[in-house]
């Protein structure tokens, strides 16, 4: 972002020593750190909401897009075309495989602003883990 040497940051230092003096150099160095921390926070704040906006869009073009496929296909059912009624459902089809990308590609971040690890539920926390012994009881049925 900014182009500054070490020549250009030992200058400012000379100079910083010089105008503001020793005592009250570590407090004014303590005060700019933490006026950089603030404007990181608001950059990564402005960024999330930024990103979520993004999200947001595309979940209601897709939505858009599903619902658009939805009425095709009920027009569709209407009738005794079967070649349409494929296209319509083909169409659907390809329609919702976008929902589920959109989904994966939107992983929530967690509590911590950390993306979820994979094969957690999100809002899962370090007591969650599973510990050795724990067991996990279902039943899978095969569809056909």
């Known amino acids: 972002m900014f182009d500054i040497g070490w020549s250009e940051l ?3 230092g000379v100079v910083a020593l010089i105008a503001i003096g020793p005592k009250e150099l570590p407090g004014a160095l303590r005060a700019v750190g ?4 603030k404007i990181r926070r608001m950059a990564s704040e402005f960024q999330d909401q930024f ?5 947001e869009a595309e979940m209601a073009d897709i939505k858009k897009d599903v619902e658009e496929k939805i009425a095709a296909l009920r027009e569709a059912l209407k ?3 079967t ?4 296209t319509a459902m ?12 959109a989904m994966n590609k939107q992983q ?7 993306p979820q690890p994979e094969g957690e539920p999100a809002g899962a926390t370090a007591g969650d883990k599973k510990k050795d012994g724990d067991t996990i009881e279902g039943e899978f049925k095969e569809q056909s």
Do not use: V
């Open 51 to 55: 990103r979520e906006a993004m999200r």
């Open 79 to 81: 009738g005794d075309d």
């Open 83 to 86: 070649q349409r009624m494929k």
């Open 90 to 101: 083909e169409e659907l089809r390809q329609a919702s495989m976008k929902i589920g990308e």
């Open 10 to 12: 030992l200058l400012i």
């Open 34 to 37: 933490q006026w950089t921390g």
């Open 108 to 114: 929530q971040p967690s509590e911590n602003g950390q």
